[in-house]
């Protein structure tokens, strides 16, 4: 009954560390009127995450945010345009080319289809090096590319548990995606990616 209650207990607190967390990600995403909030805004989650992987439980999860969040403003906004505009650039082309008859045309598309996914994979890996690597702006960008590509396996399944996760939440209790579906998904994938990092600490990237 003991060990029960102590189960519990520490449920509850996790639970509501990660509903807080997820709720500081959202007003903060909103403070920078979404286009510039979401960027310094996940990766103050996403550090926040990092020092709990740590052993820091009790970080202080307020102040930890909005301190990361104010100093890595302009750099990760910075970074996220290139995201923003590149995406957007691509979809664009990729709707443009399915619009055309020629064959040559839907063949170059998957093209633009396949550097969108690469773009993708770039992004999710972004935050995780980001708050654990000191790198410079340019390697920001070249490093989630590099381990994205060489853990093929480990990408998939990120994706794959991610998907699948998401797809069951929301068929069954939708309203958990609200409350935990940005911490829980920054723990995943702060995780997952974490498992490569020991190779490029040892090649100091």
């Known amino acids: 009954m003991h060990s029960f209650v102590i189960g519990y207990y520490r449920f509850s607190v996790w639970a509501v560390r990660l509903a807080y967390v997820n709720l500081c990600w959202i007003l ?27 052993g820091e439980e009790d970080v202080p999860i307020f102040h930890t945010f909005w301190k990361e969040y104010r100093t890595n403003f302009f750099r990760t906004n910075s970074l996220g345009l290139i995201f923003m505009f590149l995406g957007y650039f691509l979809v664009i082309e990729f709707n443009i080319l399915r619009t055309q008859e020629s064959f040559i045309y839907y063949i170059v598309s998957y093209s633009v289809l396949g ?43 990120i994706f794959g548990v991610l998907g699948v996760v998401y797809y069951l939440t929301w068929i069954t209790i939708p309203a958990l995606l609200f409350f935990f579906g940005g911490s829980m998904t920054a723990i995943f994938v702060m995780w997952a990616a974490s498992q490569t990092f020991a190779r490029y600490e040892a090649a100091k990237v």
């Open 28 to 54: 903060f995403t909103f403070l920078g009127i979404v286009v510039f909030g979401f960027m310094p805004a996940t990766s103050a989650m996403f550090v926040v995450v990092r020092k709990w992987m740590q």
């Open 115 to 157: 550097t969108l996914l690469l773009c993708i994979v770039v992004w999710l890996y972004f935050f995780p090096i980001f708050v654990h690597f000191d790198l410079s702006w340019i390697d920001y960008l070249k490093w989630p590319f590099i381990i994205g590509i060489s853990h093929p396996i480990l990408t998939a399944f």
